[in-house]
């Protein structure tokens, strides 16, 4: 589409957004009856009926075989396990949580039961966990410090009145009851945005700020014994909003001990761990947020009720929602826009598989070095300490882009750069492994066994397994090429 027409399309959806369509009126704003610290949604209902139910949509099962790569939550009724989706993960994972249990996201409305349900191991830092699940949580830590953060995870959500205990993303996260104005509800994100030196915000901009409270990576700071030390902050030094890169993130994470929050048990290794980097992603100069758009914009389209005109609070896929969020813009049909969608995800996708399996190749060869020198073998250590330097970038860059929500799609281009940088830095980190090996009088084999099946099969109290239905192969098949099946060990 020429880029006059869309401008002309992106004016015009504007427009409508802030203006309404003739016919149509914006919901009315009722002031003053919403008290300041009023947590309870359904109190907020009482006066937004249909923001209110709409946002309960979000514990209702979506439409399942819409979505190619963000199944989960859908009325199949199936619980996807990424580790499943990308079995590279659970070897790469194995050593904590994350690589017992680690499940597709399912509507706001489960955010917090879902911590409830999922494998204890992945709340055992405690109250600290639901700094992106609880409205309450600023508060609580405000109120309370150390003795809610370092709580057990349901001592923390005994703090809690009970009717909110199992409250995901509520109203009062992202408005003011007083104007209903967006405003932001979490501490890491203030001080995150004053890290970066960014203090005014336009509209979009503040739309944008209400999804970065929980959309964005964090790490959970530790002690020497790798327990909780604080709230949740962002590792975001040195950026600058629209400008917050891998690179700057994996500097800041590499900083010091306290951002390692677990030990890799392949390699030994204590590593940081990236969350969720939607906003990140997004932000990066991605060709929508150039334009101006902001999630809600996807996320949250406008819809008609009645005589009103009102944001959709069900958020989800806009795949799930047939595109309608995409059709304020863009003229082309929704086949059309899911031929483009699903075309940059199986790229990205693709690189992913080369990535993930790269990595893993070099942790099995950190793996093998390791269990000579346990032998009384002695290596170069300048070689080892050079290899560990480029697979630390390695892992975390592949660790960014599967961590991301939107298989590429938020930032095509960015996704791909970052991808192929992880796939380098591991290539890098294997040649210097293998020449380490040799010049030890190690026998290299050419090719290393993952033995996935060791780390996917029955994981956790719930006996979690590999699906087989559930992996993300390559679209293309090129990985065979570098990984091929036998040597998965699935
Ligand atoms: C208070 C934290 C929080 C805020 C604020 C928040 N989210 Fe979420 N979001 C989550 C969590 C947690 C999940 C996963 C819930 C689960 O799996 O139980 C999630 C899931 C989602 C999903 C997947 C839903 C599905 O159907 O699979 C989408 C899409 C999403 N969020 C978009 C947004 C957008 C857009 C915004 C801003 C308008 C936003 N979120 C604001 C925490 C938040
Ligand atoms: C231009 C439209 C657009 C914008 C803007 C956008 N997204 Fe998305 N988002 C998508 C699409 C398309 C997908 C992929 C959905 C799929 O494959 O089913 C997606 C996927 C997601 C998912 C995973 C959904 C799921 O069902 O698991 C989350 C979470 C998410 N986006 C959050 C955000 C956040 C936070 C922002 C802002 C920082 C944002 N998005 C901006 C279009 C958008
Ligand atoms: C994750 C953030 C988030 C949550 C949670 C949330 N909203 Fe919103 N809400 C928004 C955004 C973003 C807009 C669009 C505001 C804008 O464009 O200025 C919005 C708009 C509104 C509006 C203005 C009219 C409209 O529909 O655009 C009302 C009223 C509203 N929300 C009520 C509620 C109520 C009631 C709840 C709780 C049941 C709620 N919201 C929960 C983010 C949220
Ligand atoms: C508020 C307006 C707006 C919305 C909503 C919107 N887009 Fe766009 N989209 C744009 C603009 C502007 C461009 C840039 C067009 C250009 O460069 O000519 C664009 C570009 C694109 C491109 C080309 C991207 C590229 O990297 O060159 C695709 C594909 C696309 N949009 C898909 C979607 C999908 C899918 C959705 C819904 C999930 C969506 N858009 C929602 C305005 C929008």
Known sequence: MKKIQISIFVFAALFVLFYGCGGDKPEMFKPGVIAENEFDPEVWGKIFPLQYESWLKTKEP???????????????????????????????????????????????????????????????????????????????????????????????L????????????????????????????????EKGLKLIGKEDFTRQEQRMLACAQCHITYF?????????????????????????????????????????????????????????????MFTRGSVHFRAGLACPDCHMPYRRSGSYKISTHDVTSPVKQNFVACAQCHTESADWLKKQLFTTQEKTASLLNR?????????????????H?????????DLYKKAKESYMQSMLRLNFVSAENSMGFHNPMECSRILGDSIAFANKAEMLLRQNLVKSGVAVPEKINLEIGKYIKNR???????????EFKDPFGTEENFTPRETRGL
Request: glycine share 8%; net charge neutral; hydrophobic share 35%.
């Open 373 to 381: 020198q346990l032998k009384g073998i002695r290596f170069d250590e």
């Open 158 to 189: 005994n703090m809690m009145p009970e009717k909110i205990r199992n409250l995901g993303p509520a109203c009062i996260d992202c408005h003011k009851p007083s104007d209903m104005g967006l405003k932001i509800n979490k501490a890491h994100l």
């Open 220 to 280: 959970v700071p530790r002690d020497k014994d790798k327990k909780v030390a604080g709230d949740v902050m962002l590792p975001w030094s040195g950026a600058k909003w629209g400008d917050i890169s891998i690179e700057g993130i994996i500097k800041d994470l590499l900083s010091d001990f306290q951002r390692l929050e677990w030990k890799q048990a392949v390699t030994g290794f204590d590593m940081p761990f990236i969350r969720h980097p939607e906003f990140e």
């Open 355 to 371: 990535a993930g399996y790269a990595n893993a190749r070099v942790a099995k060869f950190f793996e093998l070095l390791h269990g």
């Open 460 to 470: 956790g109290i719930h006996k979690r397994n590999f699906e087989a239905s559930q």
């Open 62 to 156: 979506k439409p399942a075989g819409l979505s190619l790569y963000r199944k989960g939550w859908d009325d199949d009724k199936i619980i996807y396990d990424k580790l499943s989706e990308m079995p590279y993960l659970a070897l790469l994972f194995n050593g904590w949580g994350f690589g017992i249990e680690y499940n597709e996201p399912r509507g706001h409305y489960y955010a917090v039961i879902d911590q409830i349900e999922i494998d204890p191991s992945r709340t055992k830092p405690g109250g600290v966990c639901l700094a992106c699940k609880s409205p309450m949580h600023k508060t609580l830590t405000e109120q309370k410090g150390m003795s809610y953060l370092t709580a057990s995870f349901k001592d923390a």
